[in-house]
Nanobody
């Protein structure tokens, strides 16, 4: 069973940056999908960014394109989400999620595509 632990959340002023990390354990393969989701109070959970290690494919929600970058840190063994030019609208609980293997049952940024989830880390953007 894969376990995920997020870190790096916090409070930042608009225009600032944060870097979230997702540490995974229990993978049985080096081929997997990993995504970051977020959920603001009273709103549905939405996919923010995803990657597929099989082809080094990445995908971003339109709302974060050009500001957020998902990447693998091979030294730390994590999948990170670098968030720049943060806005108050980015305030949410951020979760990482993953599915092992080459097959994804849905879209890259769809919740139902992922099998394992972390507990979340809070990001607050406020002046």
């Amino acid at each position: 069973q894969v376990q995920l632990v997020e870190s790096g959340g916090g409070s930042v002023q608009p225009g600032g940056s944060l870097r979230l990390s997702c540490a995974a354990s229990g993978y049985t393969t080096s081929i997997y999908y990993m995504a970051w989701f977020r959920q603001a109070p009273g709103k549905e959970r939405e996919g923010v960014a995803a990657l597929y290690t099989g082809r080094e494919v990445t995908k971003y929600a339109d709302s974060v394109k050009g500001r957020f970058t998902i990447s693998r840190d091979y030294i730390k063994g994590t999948v990170d989400l670098q968030m720049n030019s943060l806005k108050p609208a980015d305030t949410a609980m951020y979760y990482c999620a993953t599915r092992e293997g080459r097959t994804l049952p849905g879209m890259l940024l769809a919740q139902e595509s992922y099998e394992y989830w972390g507990q979340g880390t809070q990001v607050t953007v406020s002046s």
